[in-house]
């Protein structure tokens, strides 16, 4: 017997719609390519998203067809989201970052008939326009006023596509399991796999990034995503921010400390969001311009694992909480948050600063298990540690355009990464699969060797690798970044680790490098380092 | 084109298998029928409830099949919630003061199989063991050890049943639309009617009670919902409360302001959730013992508009902040919670409580609008009133066993208020359409006029009829209940309201009563009213 309750799709198109009816006039703020400040609201975002479905439908897009991005987080940029998804087509945001190669193969893999680009990008633009590909309309996200010598032919511009259109549109109704967009993730070896979203996977998820217990995202909240929307749809925030109504500041281009603490400033930011390495940047312009970040009052953190160091820092520094989060492109992303219960009230800050590490505790609506390498399920004792798998509402089922993976099996997705699990549901991350370092018989985290690393004076970055060792079979390296201007030497680092972690983690060999070898969403490549310190 | 998302069904069960898994020990704590406190955990519950579920099964219960429930707020309701529920049947939460004639009623029209009732209810459940109807089996929710003289024959005792019965249970998987809760509305006239909940509505409502801006249930939280679990699922807190892992203290039969208060303050209550009759004695019992409410962060107060005068008690006697909320049992119940935006912090607390006055803001999953006679939707000015009405993901489609109502048409339920709606979104109702007093062919607000009186010192309760005059077709009459040991009259009320409301809202008579007269869900019977003061 079927319950007797309206039956609506979960549609994307519904948060835009929902935000022009109930609070219109929140702002839209974002630093633009073209350089100045724009400013604007929910109600002109819905209007000019629906003149973009028509325009969109003129350039030959029906339900279905992927419209790709090659953009900063801007209007235009959230115009896009709900416009190409909400007309039951398929956003491809393409991460800049990625090879040539690479490139090519996601936009002939993803067949996408239109590509919409900020002037920054025009070179890859360019690039992609002289080869052959899918991709039958190029479209600079600017104006044709704004039309520059180096442009080639046969561009489209943006705004003039989008003010030629009629906004006398309705979002069409469909299946909320339609696909609504479509990211790639590009692991360290194989061709890029991408994950396919739908309208009821990206409700479902944006439901639950406003929960109190995740990232609480509220008309309250003035946000600021740092986290690009190429990457897991800048985590969902773009729709629950349309949800509840938070106004939105985006930083385009600027993703350097000096441009990002002008915009927290100028519109009292009170949540940020984005991977460690941005934060470093913004802390340390701080520091320079000696203030407070007085706004702010949460700074979410995911992307990979938040040093002990960069909690420290905002906490002790700003009075700003940090909320530390867990997931990957096929997660949607949001797994796991890390918000302290109330018996933790009573903790030192030191043990709460420790608490802070652990990427935190499911959110409903995902489900997460342990297992050994037999696939036998281990306990939440907080001592187990074992390969972390996921399912649920939000999680990707396989990836596009294939019915099956290696990662997935028996309706769980295995993610990668190893992690123990404590009776109050705590996930703590103790390595990637790949990067466990098996010393003697036991595992040494390469994440935990790392934080500890972190926090000794002058060291700026760590990652920790496996060498071969004949007795132990592998023994770990650390590889350091200085602080520029101090002197920290390998053996001041290791006597602080002694102190730190336990005797057998300790390594042997301490490597300095001016940089750590980055891939396209900001991750150590940690398969280049053991390239270089094979020898 | 569909996305490559994992479809799992939205379940009632997953939220108990959550809390068991991820927050087993989480305390759920309740005053029992017998009188002793009992103590219990989320992991003790997900195990009893997969019992009952085999239990009832053996009591021939199948998928569809209606269990009534006649019982107080306590762990055992809270075990039937998901075991009924769980295993794919229909938990019908019968209200305990509905006349025996409505009673009958909706056992017929539901169909209930099973009857699970506390001992209070034993008269009912006797009387209903008499009668000619559908119900099979009568289970006393407590020990057959405890079985007293007065107990009839034939009757089965629900420790006993679980107790006896397998834990190995899984959950059945299946459509998220099915049916999983009933619940009539009595209205002041006609038969009650059935709102048939689904999984999928239950579901999505709860992650509306978990948002930030909506109650912010969480696992921070120690929750007591006064609010009875026969009344629209107890606002959908059961659910939620599993889902984020909030400690639960249910009162039992202990609704009275001292046995209140003894629980908030040994169980540390943060937050409390209830109609505003019981506020009133737990505020009266803090007053007499002068103790302060010190563990409490927040009050949700819907069912009936909150005065004012509670909004301060709770503010400035106990620095609680009270939420008001608005819904119906056609809307499972969450339409709007009122929370203050941003930009209100700078106000004066005079202003900010007129705004928590209001009804607040609607919450992404339901959409509202407000019509005039002529169906003619009307602005949100804050200015312009009509007739409310709502549609939306848990919101019903229509009444059990029937295909249409009067009051759902072209998709959307017309709730029978009159609101204003500002362009902030926030709703502000200003009457029942029934209650609605037109006067020299002006509306004037029953509601807002009861507020005002309520302010007046000496006022305990307040309620506004119109009656039928020469000149103005209508003019409120003021019925006003005094506060003991207070000597107002009716000369000093009506001076109060000349300051405070438009000149001619003030009514020409003011009657006193003792009493009002309450509904079976505490609402005031204004029919009852206009009968006695007809002439």
Not at 221 to 249: E, I, Q
Not at 520 to 533: C, P
Request: hydrophobic share 40%; charged share 25%.
């Amino acid at each position: 017997m079927l319950g007797q309750m309206m039956e609506a799709p979960l549609l994307i198109s519904n948060t835009i719609d929902f935000a022009a009816k109930f609070h219109p006039d929140v702002e839209v703020v974002s630093r633009t390519v073209e350089g100045p400040i724009h400013r604007t609201s929910y109600g002109e975002i819905a209007r000019r998203s629906r003149k973009l479905a028509r325009a969109v439908q003129r350039l030959g897009v029906q339900s279905g067809t992927r419209v790709a991005t090659i953009a900063w987080n801007t209007h235009r940029h959230l115009e896009l989201y709900f416009g190409v998804s909400g007309m039951g087509s398929v956003l491809h945001t393409i991460n800049p970052r990625l090879s040539s190669e690479q490139m090519d193969y996601v936009v002939h893999h993803a067949e996408d008939h239109v590509l919409f680009f900020d002037r920054s990008f025009l070179p890859l633009a360019a690039r992609l326009m002289q080869a052959s590909n899918p991709i039958k309309h190029f479209v600079l996200m600017g104006s044709e006023k704004d039309r520059a010598s180096g442009d080639p032919g046969g561009l489209k511009y943006y705004d003039e596509l989008v003010d030629e259109a009629s906004s006398d549109y309705e979002w069409p109704q469909f299946d909320e399991r339609t696909a609504s967009s479509l990211c790639y993730t590009s692991g360290t070896t194989g061709d890029p796999k991408g994950v396919l979203y739908s309208h009821r996977s990206t409700i479902l998820h944006s439901y639950c990034v406003t929960m109190a217990d995740s990232l609480a995202l509220s008309n309250r909240d003035v946000t600021l995503p740092v986290v690009p929307m190429f990457h897991v749809n800048a985590w969902g925030v773009p729709y629950a921010a349309a949800m509840v109504g938070s106004k939105l500041v985006f930083p385009g281009p600027g993703l350097d400390g000096p441009r990002l603490l002008d915009l927290v400033e100028q519109e009292g930011v009170t949540s940020l969001l984005g991977v460690p390495t941005v934060w470093m940047n913004l802390l340390n312009e701080a520091r320079v311009r000696d203030v407070k970040l007085s706004s702010v009052e949460k700074v979410v953190i995911g992307g990979s694992a938040a040093p002990p160091s960069m909690i420290e820092g905002f906490e002790l520094g700003h009075d700003v909480r940090v909320l530390h989060a867990w997931g990957m492109t096929e997660t949607s992303p949001l797994g796991t948050v890390c918000r302290a219960l109330r018996k933790h009230d009573e903790m030192s800050s030191e043990d709460r600063r420790k608490l802070q590490a652990k990427q935190g505790r499911p959110l409903f609506g995902v489900d997460l298990r342990i297992v050994d390498d037999q696939e036998q399920v281990l306990p939440h004792d907080g001592v187990a540690a074992g390969h972390l798998q996921i399912r649920g509402s939000w999680v990707a089922s396989s990836y596009f355009k294939t019915e099956s993976s290696h990662a997935h099996r028996e309706g769980w997705f295995a993610t990668g990464d190893i992690a123990c699990i404590d009776p109050d549901g705590y996930v703590l991350l103790t390595d990637r699969s790949k990067d466990v370092i098996k010393s003697g018989g036991e595992w040494i985290s390469s994440i935990g060797l790392e934080g500890a690393a972190m926090e000794c004076p002058g060291v700026a970055q760590a990652a920790v690798i496996a060498t071969p060792d004949e007795k132990w079979v592998e023994r770990p390296l650390l590889v350091v970044v200085k602080e520029s201007e101090t002197q920290v030497d390998s053996e001041q680092i290791l006597e602080f680790l002694r102190a730190k972690v336990p005797k057998f983690w300790v390594p042997e060999r301490v490597e300095f490098v001016d940089a750590l070898p980055l891939g396209a969403t900001g991750k150590v490549l940690k398969r280049e380092l053991r390239e270089i310190f094979a020898s």
